[in-house]
């Protein structure tokens, strides 16, 4: 079965179109190498899978061609335990140093324009 398919179909990634722009750019490893999106997987495979910041390493137990619905499709991998205590550790770090916010929202005022239009002409 396709890399890029298995990971749309183990609900890594939404499209395989998304998923194979990730293989692409090197954030998925199949058995520690960097692979192709029509890379053949078979059972047993080891990926390690980088998603914006989640990232796992994965064991694949089954293929599937179809996307099923989420708990089924958790039964098409087993994650590590190294992986799983990886994950665990990252969620604690971001509750106790969340990242930083910007105090505004929204466009900038029109003094905020002027500020920027002084501040670029210095």
Do not use: C
């Not at 990971?7 to 293989?23: Q, S």
């Not at 495979?45 to 994965?58: F, N, T």
């Amino acid at each position: 079965m396709r890399l890029d398919k298995w990971l749309w179909a183990a609900r890594f990634f939404k499209t395989r179109g998304v998923a194979g722009a990730a293989i692409d750019g090197g954030k998925i490893k199949v058995n520690g190498t960097t692979a192709k999106p029509a890379k053949a997987i078979k059972p047993g495979d080891l990926l390690d899978i980088r998603a914006g910041d989640q990232s796992w390493e994965v064991e694949v137990r089954a293929l599937n061609d179809q996307r099923r619905p989420a708990a089924e499709a958790r039964m098409l991998y087993a994650e590590t335990i190294n992986s799983i205590a990886a994950r665990a550790r990252h969620v604690e770090l971001m509750k106790l140093a969340p990242m930083p916010v910007g105090e505004r929202k929204g466009r900038p005022t029109k003094k905020d324009r002027r500020q920027l239009a002084t501040f670029h002409e210095e």
